[in-house]
């Protein structure tokens, strides 16, 4: 079967929704494929928080000295320095645009009075939806694309571009769960908004062969890099495709992500078998990751208190992933220091030490051992929650190349026309490593700029 509409966008994730809302309301007819049977992607499984600088919940909480140049310079420099400059320049002047238009246009709620301070960012940044996830962000989304009367199409999963005799894309065939051929003809462009390849380990270990089957991955089983090898098959240009990031905290049996430990943010500390600390517990996710590999049994676990707890709520929040960490005997409530070193069977001596450093730390507020940018929290007060964490597959910084106009770039640096990408599926903005809360900003400033390009041109 053939369709035709003016733009295709593939991918129902932030990135997708972002350009398909866009390229409509600029008065282009679209299509949005989804090859799962529901929409999201690992925009919807994820925290969902999105750092933009200098935003209303920072001036807010009096937080007045953020800037979009501070921005900029965390980003470069939590990626080594490896992402475009020119790009990550858009994200840092874009963000918070972004973040406003998903609260006054597609009606997000973020909560009005707390900020996430993720690893590698110089100020607390970091907005939160209502719900600590991103599903007040796909929900949100979906009812906007309802209301504009947006095609979706789930259970279709696109498969290989289409190219007219002058190179430019005109579209894309993609198969539907009942196995029908459809073609979908594109008049102004395709955008490729298909995520990432953390659930690929084939795809992950032949960029980089560390990242095999020992990880577990947080991603939906649908970022398998469709995007970046249909692109790559018509000459697209690929970048930092070795860099691929493990979120350090997750579930040892499943390789979830833990939403619950997000007190991270909020003063938790990290300790090893030996009831030691061992890293500075908001340092950037590879440096964690990669110490905690280094630890006995190569996990960790996440200690916090009853006060911190109650800073974020996340117990509350994320009452069912901790109901199932109890479950799994993953997670411990305590009321005293003894009774958490006891279910783990940590040295209870070491982790007392351990522990009345912080309380020090705390009132001086100087982290002699790790300097905790955050300022750590006193511990003197139980109950405790101890959780045992390892890392896992998170997210692949590389991909396609684009340029300011989302627009993809073949091998020799020239535009592809009529092909645009943006999200995870493109590798120009994180380098090395992402940071926490980038991933957000990424997609929606870049979606957006998608959206609106693809029918501009
Ligand atoms: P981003 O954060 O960049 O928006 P997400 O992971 O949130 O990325 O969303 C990407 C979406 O693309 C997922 O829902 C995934 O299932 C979908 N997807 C991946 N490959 C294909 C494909 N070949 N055809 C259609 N959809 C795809």
Not at 190 to 200: L, Q, R
Request: aromatic share 6%; charged share 25%.
């Amino acid at each position: 079967a053939e369709q035709t509409y003016d733009v295709v966008v593939i991918g129902a994730g932030g990135a997708g929704f972002s350009a398909a809302i866009e390229a409509k309301s600029a008065g282009a007819n679209v299509v949005l494929l989804e090859k799962m049977p529901a929409v999201g992607g690992n925009t919807l499984i994820s925290g969902g928080e999105m750092n933009a600088p200098d935003n209303w919940v920072e001036r807010a909480l009096g937080i007045t000295d953020d800037t979009a140049e501070l921005f900029y310079n965390d980003t470069m420099k939590g990626g080594d320095n490896l992402g475009d400059p020119k790009m990550v320049r858009i994200l840092a002047d874009n963000a918070l645009t972004s973040a406003e238009w998903l609260r006054d246009d597609i009606k997000v709620e973020f909560l009005p009075d707390h900020l996430f301070q993720f690893g590698g960012h110089s100020r607390k940044r970091a907005l939160i939806p209502v719900g600590h996830t991103g599903v007040e962000l796909i929900t949100k989304l979906k009812a906007k694309t309802d209301a504009d009367q947006i095609t979706i199409k789930t259970n279709m999963k696109a498969e290989t571009l289409l190219k007219d005799e002058s190179g430019k894309i005109t579209g894309v065939t993609a198969t539907s769960g009942t196995g029908d051929k459809i073609t979908f003809h594109a008049n102004k462009g395709v955008i490729i908004a298909t995520g990432g390849f953390g659930s690929n380990v084939e795809m992950r270990k032949k960029y980089n062969p560390k990242m095999d089957e020992k990880y577990m991955s947080t991603d939906t089983p649908g970022s398998t890099g469709d995007g970046i090898v249909m692109a790559e098959t018509i000459g697209a240009k690929l970048t930092n495709m070795e860099n691929i990031q493990t979120y350090p905290i997750c579930n040892p049996e499943t390789g979830v992500i833990s939403l619950v430990a997000d007190s991270r943010f909020d003063g938790a500390i990290l300790i090893n078998q030996e009831g030691k600390r061992f890293v500075e517990e908001l340092e950037r996710r590879d440096v964690i990751s990669k110490a905690i590999l280094a630890q006995t049994g190569g996990y960790t676990y996440q200690l916090w208190n009853q006060g911190i707890a109650d800073i974020g709520k996340t117990i509350e929040v994320h009452q069912d992933e901790y109901d199932q960490l109890v479950k799994q005997g993953l997670l411990f409530k305590a009321d005293t220091i003894e009774e958490a070193a006891d279910f783990f069977k940590i040295d209870v001596n070491t982790l007392k030490e351990t522990i009345n450093k912080v309380n020090d730390y705390a009132k001086t507020g100087k982290d002699l051992d790790f300097k905790h940018r955050g300022g750590l929290k006193s511990l003197e007060k139980g109950p405790y929650y101890i959780e045992k964490a390892v890392p896992s597959v998170h997210h692949t910084m590389g991909g396609l190349v684009i340029d300011e106009k989302t627009r993809v770039l073949n091998e020799k640096g020239e535009v592809i026309p009529g092909l645009f990408a943006a999200g995870e599926v493109t590798g120009v903005i994180h380098g090395a490593n992402r940071l926490g809360g980038n991933a957000i900003a990424d997609i929606f400033t870049f979606g957006r700029i998608a959206g609106k390009q693809v029918v501009a041109e």
